[in-house]
């Protein structure tokens, strides 16, 4: 009980950190030198949401008061502060700063918001002109059946009342060619048509569109194609009515012709001469691969098959190294300029996700993967992106530069997130890059409350130079962001950690460890392994392996040799149970997903919050009785599914809501629709409630599975629950389910962790 609550103590500190400055860190006492954080396997790291919502974050309009130094720092609650001299002192580089005149009257009771202790998290409404407000560029896949197009249609003309009215949008369609609409021209529609098999160069592309003329139509060349929604709903609203399927005259054994790499070169050359370095969004809906052009994904012969993983495994994707070579520098050109892309890709079929993903990673834009445009997933995800906050702006952050500074002692080695470098180089930046690395600033294009950056760190403090007791270390995140209304906005978290006492051995880090952070670090460095460097599954699960095994016989209690006395810290007792279930997770395991659906579940690893990553890594399981009126947790075990519950399993992607025999049964008799039996009406009615809080509340909107016990649906909870009981095991008691699978149950996992853990 006292380890319990201990650990319910640490947890409730770490949920406090994640509330007030939304960043948790895998060790909250940091190892004193390298060799010290190298024992300790896990590396020093966070997880940090820039745009994390919290009403008592404070918001003041003025100009920061930055350290004269070469760091940079912005004053904050850790600074050392002479008020007599008005003098504060940099917690960074050491470096004396006198205040500003405007600061003449602070005194140790009369505090401005940055030093005061509780606000380690401020927001500066910059005092600059306004920028301008955002582009909206839909890019729109025609090359669909109408049964397809329509509810598409339906979607983007319900987006134009979400979206702000001074925002300005524009439109690209493209099949066969790419047709850039003129929405000034208010006689009738127009649009400019492009070669949808060549790539077109970006002076071209700025040619034929007229830019760069030296005559007066040329001055307000961008305005034709771009406009204010208010200046041009009712054409824009006319051209996406009239909007018909791609007239293709094409072979029963071909795919339609799609030139989506074109398109987005198109889109991205557009929005770099008339809006460069501005906020915009290229917003891109596809129900299908690209099948003509640059960034091709398969031919138009449907003799040929799209990639599988087997193929890419092989070396047998012929087409996918060229086709990511050509998204990832179109993502250099968007992010360069602060432009995001987006990618809702519908199709029961493969669209290419897989090669288009560069731009998503690089550009910090959002991807959506469905059956459908007609589908919940679609239209509620779609919505759910122009929420609003309580001041009327858009959910969402535009054109963001994000920069780190720390103290002397560590080292920054990069982040795995969606971000692009900047290429800022100093003596706080590693050579021992993870992620994007080798610079102390990334360019985030877009953001939004759940957008979430590992940040890997180095200590670089050697053990023959002891770090002075009571020292603290220090680490400033600044982001510098556009709001929907064109506010620049700059966002300082300065967080201040310990030095772990040496001479308190590893309690002094065991007892301050973030096993839930430290999981979904390591679940992001795995993914990125096997995303972006193309490692084998099989090195990285050993890797994961290894690591374990290490963590473990650093930091548990044993007798070498002797198995029975292991026993890990209150702290680490979930960790292992993390390790196994991200190693049958769908970040890892490639098994029954198509590359695209593997690649979408990847990105969403790698930009979402830890409570999210951690539901993708273990999904959370909860049982409805009839004896209990609230729903309840439950082991993610195989003994947990009984034929009189409810069950409702949430991996993040998948809600399924497993009814066990009985109880389907009785629904199936049609008793909960007899008034003496509303309690069974209310037990099947039940997990509603939360199905429709996730509607309103996630994104991207999972997808909503109903499965009865023994029926074929099931197969999305059995595959995920830890196999107590197998075929190959005695069975269990009275309504135990039978998992076949060859995978080891969680008990076996760790009397093996065990085992090697102890070993002399």
Known sequence: LLAMAEEYDAMSMFDQNEERDGIRFSWNSWPTSKQEAQRAVIPVGCL???????PNIPIVQYEPVLCSGPCRTILNPFCDVDFVSK????????????????????????LTAELIPNFTTIEYLLPRAASLPPVFLFLVDTALPAQDLDPLKESLLMSLSLIPQNSLVGLITFGATVHVHELAFEACPKAYVFNGTKDIPPQRIQQLLGFGKPNAQAARAPSRFVLPLSDCEEMLESILEDLQPDPQQRKGDERSLRCTGVALSVAIGLLENSFPNSAARIMTFVGGPCTQGPGLIVSASLKEFIRAHHDISSG??????KAKKYYTELAARAAKNG???????CSLDQVGLLEMSPLVRGTGGVIVLGDGFDTDMFTNSFTSMFDKDETGNLKMAFNAGFEIQLCKELKVCGAIGQCASMNKKGASVSESVVGVGGTSAWRICALDPSSTLALYFEVANQSSNPIPKGQKGCIQFQTHYQNSSGQRVLRVTTVCHSWADPNAGKLALAANFDQEAAAVLMARFATYKAETMGHDNRDILRWLDRSLIRLSSYFADYRKGEPSTFHLGATFTLYPQFMFHLRRSDLLQVFNNSPDETCFKRMCGIRQTVGNCLMMIQPTLEAYTLEQAAPFPVLLSSASISSDRVLVLDTFFHVV??????IADWRNQGYHEREEFAHVKRLIESPQEYIEMLKKERFPAPRFIEADEGKSQARFLTARVDPTITHKSAFGSKGDEVIATEDVPLEVFMNHLTKLAVQP
């Open 48 to 54: 940090y949401s820039p745009l994390k919502q919290n």
């Open 87 to 110: 003098i504060w002192t940099c917690p960074f580089c050491y470096r004396r700063n006198h205040f500003p005149a405007h600061y003449s009257g602070i005194t140790e009771t009369n």
């Open 316 to 321: 047998n994707a012929k087409h996918m190294a």
């Open 339 to 345: 432009h995001a892309v987006d990618i809702f890709g």
């Open 657 to 662: 809501v497993w009814y066990g025999d009985k």
